[in-house]
């Protein structure tokens, strides 16, 4: 399977996993959803390339793996406090 490059692409997967509809959305919001996740996209790959000129390989790797517990934590709770709110 292709490696997605695309940032448009991915983008677009976002949306999927999501589960978010562009048509079900305010066009602002919706702006501001890929605006954030255009950031965010964007404050990754300076980390990444921060790590790479400052880090061994095995040493990037380390702090990469204290970065998704942190992702996964944040949306359990976002997960949490959006069925509490409904």
Known sequence: MKMKTNIND????YLVR???K???MHQVQFQEIKRAFYG???SYLYL???ISDRYSE???VKILD?????INEFWE???KNNISHT
């Open 10 to 13: 991915l983008w677009k997967e």
């Open 18 to 20: 999501g589960e978010l």
């Open 22 to 24: 562009e048509e079900e």
């Open 40 to 42: 965010g996209f964007v």
């Open 48 to 50: 990444l390339n921060d």
């Open 58 to 60: 095995d040493e990037a």
């Open 66 to 70: 204290t970065i998704f517990p942190q």
């Open 77 to 79: 709770n976002e997960v």
